[in-house]
T-cell receptor, first 112, second 112 residues
């Protein structure tokens, strides 16, 4: 079945560092891919998405490119801030279903 | 887009009792989903609820433990029955609109 494998955390970085959180997926067909973020004490929010191969999703300085050849959707940000500290979830929705399948989540902590 | 509200936002319950969680969407939607997020874990789909039909449960979840109602296109309830401490989790309602999945703020349940 469909699945998402995500880089394990926690990840701790200094402010202004470059961030990569790896995400790979297994799915039949052409899934849509998502990154969700959960800030401390808050609900789940959609950060960005990509619905077809080579699409790049972007939001709040974060980017992720849908790579079908490597079945990946890595999250990147060029310069992180303390306010980016949160748990990040990679997720997919298969082309033949509407349910979302989540990765295990990566906790990110940014030091001032 | 879709705005989802849930009630209650949190509750503390005694072992053996049941709790019903309500989910309201601000627009009519075909499918609604119930997820569980155990402490420090990712989100796991419990069931999919379509209006006018029985809910479809994922492996490991059964109707007797998590009965679901879907009386109309904007509302659903999830009941956690005969609770035990292992049911302590955040329960989230979700729906999809135009290829984007939206989530409610969650219900934080603690079972003593």
């Amino acid at each position: 079945g469909d699945s998402v494998t995500q880089m394990e955390g926690p990840v701790t970085l200094s402010e202004e560092a470059f961030l990569t959180i790896n995400c790979t997926y297994t799915a039949t067909g052409y899934p849509s891919l998502f990154w969700y973020v959960q800030y401390p004490g808050e609900g789940l929010q959609l950060l960005l998405k990509a619905t077809k191969a080579d699409d790049k999703g972007s939001n709040k300085g974060f980017e992720a490119t849908y790579r079908k050849e490597t079945t990946s959707f890595h999250l990147e940000k060029g310069s992180v801030q303390v306010s980016d500290s949160a748990v990040y979830f990679c997720a997919l929705r298969g082309s033949s279903a509407s349910k979302i399948i989540f990765g295990s989540g990566t906790r990110l902590s940014i030091r001032p | 887009s879709a705005v989802i509200s849930q009630k209650p936002s949190r509750d503390i319950c005694q072992r053996g009792t049941s709790l019903t969680i309500q989910c309201q969407v601000d627009s009519q939607v075909t499918m609604m989903f119930w997820y569980r997020q155990q402490p420090g874990q990712s989100l796991t789909l419990i069931a999919t609820a379509n209006q006018g039909s029985e809910a479809t449960y994922e492996s490991g979840f059964v109707i007797d433990k998590f009965p679901i109602s879907r009386p109309n296109l904007t509302f659903s309830t999830l009941t956690v029955s005969n609770m035990s401490p292992e049911d302590s989790s955040i329960y989230l309602c979700s729906t999809g609109v135009a290829d984007t999945q939206y989530f409610g703020p969650g219900t934080r349940l603690t079972v003593l």
